[in-house]
């Protein structure tokens, strides 16, 4: 379909509509949506690969089992290379979730003593000297003019005090929360293990179960959901692998900017920070936030390296949103800016995290679904078909039902 | 079947064998072929696709009749077809609009090649995709030899 399908505000209602009752649905069973959604990203990573040993021979049951096979043992690998490293880390790490938290603090005190002394204005007035008298007392004695060593003092003292502060939050949260965690863990490594078993189904059966789901289709709308399956799946790959582009050229500009910064594992981290964008706008935030303060734990006295960092944040930023977006997702979507940013937004509200996640592949298979279903239902001609096969098929029920005579 | 194994004594094989885009294809390639293709059955009178409409691929008659006609003039009959013929070939090349209208002339089965489908066999099965795509070259090839002959006959005729 050359011509781009126009739909009416009725159409869009229903799409907004359909796109949040969906969301809510996928929050209250997020344990199965997110295995089949990696499992999505997976099929559409590897069914190029399928595709490419299908075209040198293989059948497509044995290219399938080797495609699966092959990415079961990199995730096992990878879990053999990685699971030892976490298991370490985890011994110690409520000293190091107070460490870089002590380091976020410093950096804020830090950055806000600098932009005192650069910019006098934005000077925090000092604190009201403590007299022990009632406050506007007649015998108050006049207020000393307190000096600049005094108020230097004042300052290093107000700061240890946040510093301690945010440490025994961070002690008594990480306390209560830590159980939670594991829990939570737990609770969701069974589903990530179906990954690769969906996946291989998917690449399996995917043809076949769509063959499978068309022909429940009555046939005066038969050519028009073909294109409706095409078109879905057409977005929803290049969705997808727009995404995965994205994320590697993201991870590939972070690692080489943090391996130009001195950054250790600049890679990992730049992968993490590019897989955490994939949440709109809080994830690049908060991947952001992640790397400053490993930056700031790791080189306590190199001063300028988060600020080093956050640049190369917003440069990537800025890369990402007018250059790798429009050439892989955005391209994808068709989308306007406003709608999507709203969408973002709605989302959230109705879905919380999950629903920042899933918005923009949920309203992409929507918007495509509700379109042609609102060509389809507003199209008499179609609809005129479908009534006169029904007819037809009644009139073939009856034959010979009613003797004559 | 969802979840079977392919019947390699497929009646329905035998019948794509006999279509001339499949003629050139070996029995192991056609069922790859077939892998791909959606099958319909039609009631006698009822439409397969409308003059205007957008097509999104071609339409092998496996058993029954299927007539061609002339939008507008349902009397206008273009084209009779039956077992083994196929229709809709342009909408297997590109995106345009059905120019006739085909419909079940008696209780009919087709099977309906899908162009995303051709797409994706040029891909992963350049080969097979080819061999079609050359029968289908000599398909359309001979209709316009037919079409500028009946036009300058119509010239002539003037």
């Known amino acids: 379909m050359n011509r781009a399908l126009a739909s009416g505000p009725i159409v869009w209602l229903g799409i907004i509509i359909a796109t949040c009752l969906l969301l809510v649905l996928f929050q209250t069973v997020l344990w199965l949506v997110m295995p089949v959604l990696l499992a999505v990203v997976a099929y559409y990573m590897l069914s190029p690969l399928v595709n490419v040993a299908i075209a040198r021979g293989i059948t497509r049951a044995r290219a399938v089992f080797i495609v699966t096979a092959l990415l079961t043992i990199f995730l096992v690998a990878i879990g053999l290379i990685v699971a030892p490293k976490i298991s370490r880390a985890s011994s110690n790490w409520k000293n190091k979730v107070g460490g870089y938290a002590d380091s976020g603090v410093k950096l804020i005190a830090n950055a806000q003593t600098t932009l005192e002394k650069m910019v006098p204005f934005v000077h925090r007035p000092a604190a009201p000297p403590e007299t022990g008298k009632a406050k506007g007392g007649a015998a108050a004695a006049p207020e000393s003019k307190p000096t600049p060593a005094t108020a230097a003092a004042d300052e290093a003292k107000e700061n240890a005090a946040a510093t301690e502060a945010l440490d025994e939050k961070v002690a008594t949260f990480t306390e209560q929360h830590s159980g939670d965690v594991a829990l939570e863990l737990a609770r969701w490594i069974p589903s990530l293990l179906l990954v690769p078993y969906i996946t291989y189904f998917f690449l399996l059966d995917g043809p076949r179960f769509k063959r499978f789901l068309v022909q429940a289709i009555p046939n005066a709308f038969f050519e028009k959901t073909l294109y409706l399956f095409y078109r879905i799946e057409d977005q929803m790959r290049r969705y997808f692998q727009g995404l995965l582009t994205m994320t590697a050229l993201d991870a590939l500009c972070l690692g080489t900017g943090f391996w130009f910064l001195g950054l250790n594992a600049p890679f990992f981290l730049a992968g993490l920070a590019a897989v955490m964008a994939w949440l709109p706008y809080l994830g690049s935030i908060g991947g952001g936030l992640l790397v400053v303060l490993v930056a700031a734990h790791d080189f306590p006295g190199n001063y300028w390296l988060p600020y080093e960092v956050v640049g190369l944040f917003i440069g990537v930023r800025l890369l990402d949103d007018f250059v790798f977006m429009p050439l892989t997702v955005g391209r994808s979507l068709h989308m306007h800016p406003l709608v999507t940013v709203l969408m973002i937004l709605l989302g959230g509200a109705v879905a919380g995290i999950a629903g920042l996640l899933l918005v923009m592949p949920v309203l992409g298979v929507v918007m495509v679904a509700g379109q042609i279903i609102g060509e389809l239902i507003t199209d008499e001609r179609i609809l005129a078909r479908y009534r006169h096969a029904r007819h037809l098929k009644r009139l073939r029920a009856r034959t010979d039902l009613y003797m004559e005579g | ?158």
Not at chain 2, 110 to 124: D, N
């Open chain 2, 1 to 158: 079947m969802l979840f079977g194994l392919p019947n390699p004594r497929n009646p329905r094989l035998q019948l794509l064998k006999n279509v001339v885009l499949f003629k050139d294809l070996s029995m192991r390639d056609l069922a790859m072929v077939d892998g791909l293709m959606h099958a319909r059955e039609y009631l006698a009178d009822e439409v397969i696709f409308d003059e205007g409409e957008e097509g999104q691929g071609l339409f092998v008659v496996l058993s029954g009749r299927v007539k061609i006609t002339l939008p507008a003039s349902a009397n206008n009959l273009l084209l009779d077809l039956g077992p083994g013929a196929f229709f809709g070939e342009v909408a297997l090349l590109d995106q345009s609009v059905r120019t006739a209208q085909a419909r079940a002339v008696e209780d009919t089965q087709i099977v309906a090649l899908f162009r995303a489908e051709f797409y994706s066999l040029l891909e992963t099965h350049s080969a097979i995709a080819s061999r079609i795509s050359f029968q289908l070259a000599r398909v359309l090839a001979a209709r316009l030899r037919q079409a500028v002959v009946n036009a300058e006959q119509h010239h002539q005729a003037t």
